[in-house]
Protein backbone atom coordinates (compact mmCIF):
# COMPACT_ATOMS: atom_id res chain seq x y z
CA UNK A 1 0.00 0.00 0.00
CA UNK A 2 1.12 3.27 -1.17
CA UNK A 3 1.34 5.99 1.84
CA UNK A 4 2.72 9.49 1.52
CA UNK A 5 3.28 11.45 4.62
CA UNK A 6 4.03 15.33 5.13
CA UNK A 7 5.09 16.76 7.92
CA UNK A 8 7.32 20.32 8.60
CA UNK A 9 4.04 22.50 8.36
CA UNK A 10 3.18 24.75 10.84
CA UNK A 11 2.78 28.44 11.66
CA UNK A 12 5.34 31.01 10.71
CA UNK A 13 5.62 35.09 10.44
CA UNK A 14 6.13 36.69 6.81
CA UNK A 15 9.68 36.94 5.78
CA UNK A 16 10.57 33.32 7.43
CA UNK A 17 10.79 29.75 6.65
CA UNK A 18 9.71 26.53 6.67
CA UNK A 19 11.17 22.97 5.29
CA UNK A 20 8.27 20.31 4.31
CA UNK A 21 9.15 16.32 3.99
CA UNK A 22 7.16 13.98 2.56
CA UNK A 23 8.04 10.21 3.77
CA UNK A 24 7.29 8.19 0.90
CA UNK A 25 6.51 3.96 1.52
CA UNK A 26 4.84 1.27 -0.39
CA UNK A 27 6.21 2.10 -4.01
CA UNK A 28 9.96 2.62 -6.14
CA UNK A 29 10.90 6.18 -4.58
CA UNK A 30 13.82 6.19 -6.89
CA UNK A 31 11.47 5.80 -10.13
CA UNK A 32 8.47 8.18 -9.34
CA UNK A 33 8.36 12.09 -10.27
CA UNK A 34 7.43 13.63 -6.86
CA UNK A 35 5.17 16.87 -7.08
CA UNK A 36 4.06 19.15 -4.13
CA UNK A 37 1.23 21.12 -4.60
CA UNK A 38 -0.79 23.29 -2.64
CA UNK A 39 -4.65 24.31 -1.84
CA UNK A 40 -6.24 27.80 -0.18
CA UNK A 41 -9.35 27.88 1.46
CA UNK A 42 -12.18 28.65 -1.30
CA UNK A 43 -9.72 28.05 -4.23
CA UNK A 44 -8.24 25.40 -6.31
CA UNK A 45 -5.42 22.87 -5.60
CA UNK A 46 -2.08 24.47 -7.66
CA UNK A 47 1.24 22.78 -8.47
CA UNK A 48 3.80 24.30 -6.78
CA UNK A 49 7.03 22.28 -7.70
CA UNK A 50 7.94 18.80 -9.27
CA UNK A 51 11.29 16.65 -9.06
CA UNK A 52 11.82 14.11 -11.61
CA UNK A 53 13.23 10.79 -10.60
CA UNK A 54 16.66 10.60 -12.69
CA UNK A 55 18.01 13.24 -13.65
CA UNK A 56 16.44 15.44 -10.45
CA UNK A 57 15.28 17.93 -12.63
CA UNK A 58 12.97 20.69 -10.81
CA UNK A 59 10.38 23.09 -12.14
CA UNK A 60 8.29 25.71 -10.20
CA UNK A 61 5.44 28.01 -10.32
CA UNK A 62 6.02 31.13 -11.17
CA UNK A 63 4.72 32.55 -8.02
CA UNK A 64 7.54 30.42 -5.68
CA UNK A 65 10.21 30.88 -8.11
CA UNK A 66 13.62 31.98 -6.12
CA UNK A 67 11.63 31.55 -2.92
CA UNK A 68 10.87 27.68 -2.87
CA UNK A 69 13.74 24.34 -3.26
CA UNK A 70 12.56 21.11 -3.98
CA UNK A 71 14.74 18.24 -3.19
CA UNK A 72 14.51 14.49 -2.50
CA UNK A 73 16.77 11.91 -0.69
CA UNK A 74 15.67 8.51 -2.73
CA UNK A 75 17.94 6.67 -0.26
CA UNK A 76 15.71 7.80 2.91
CA UNK A 77 12.36 7.80 0.23
CA UNK A 78 11.89 11.60 0.93
CA UNK A 79 10.75 14.33 -0.93
CA UNK A 80 11.45 17.82 0.52
CA UNK A 81 10.06 21.34 -0.34
CA UNK A 82 12.29 24.21 1.40
CA UNK A 83 10.29 27.42 1.47
CA UNK A 84 11.89 30.56 1.78
CA UNK A 85 10.68 34.62 2.02
CA UNK A 86 7.35 33.34 3.16
CA UNK A 87 4.20 35.70 2.75
CA UNK A 88 0.64 35.17 3.71
CA UNK A 89 -0.10 34.27 0.03
CA UNK A 90 1.52 30.73 0.80
CA UNK A 91 -0.68 30.02 3.46
CA UNK A 92 -2.39 27.02 2.01
CA UNK A 93 -2.68 23.16 2.65
CA UNK A 94 0.58 21.31 1.26
CA UNK A 95 0.30 18.14 -0.42
CA UNK A 96 2.67 15.80 -1.95
CA UNK A 97 2.20 13.72 -5.03
CA UNK A 98 4.10 10.59 -7.05
CA UNK A 99 4.00 10.43 -10.38
CA UNK A 100 4.84 7.02 -12.02
CA UNK A 101 6.06 8.05 -15.13
CA UNK A 102 9.07 9.67 -13.46
CA UNK A 103 9.69 12.86 -15.67
CA UNK A 104 8.25 16.22 -15.02
CA UNK A 105 6.78 17.97 -17.74
CA UNK A 106 6.67 21.65 -18.35
CA UNK A 107 3.15 20.29 -19.64
CA UNK A 108 1.91 18.37 -17.52
CA UNK A 109 3.36 18.88 -14.06
CA UNK A 110 0.46 21.34 -12.55
CA UNK A 111 -2.26 18.64 -13.32
CA UNK A 112 -3.59 17.21 -10.65
CA UNK A 113 -4.53 14.08 -13.05
CA UNK A 114 -0.68 13.57 -13.68
CA UNK A 115 -0.40 12.10 -10.32
CA UNK A 116 -1.00 8.73 -9.15
CA UNK A 117 -0.81 8.96 -5.49
CA UNK A 118 -1.39 11.96 -2.78
CA UNK A 119 -0.68 12.29 0.61
CA UNK A 120 -2.89 13.52 2.88
CA UNK A 121 -2.07 17.21 3.37
CA UNK A 122 -0.80 19.51 5.90
CA UNK A 123 -1.29 22.94 6.84
CA UNK A 124 0.87 26.12 6.03
CA UNK A 125 -0.21 29.68 7.53
CA UNK A 126 1.81 32.66 7.33
CA UNK A 127 0.99 35.24 9.71
CA UNK A 128 1.97 38.07 12.43
Known amino acids: QVQLVESGGGLVRPGGSLRLACAAS????????MGWFRQAPGKKREAVSCIGSKDHTALYADSVKGRFTISRDDAKNLVYLQMNSLIPEDTAAYFCAADSMGKCHKSAYYYTETYDFWGQGISVTVSS
Open 26 to 33: GLAFNGFA
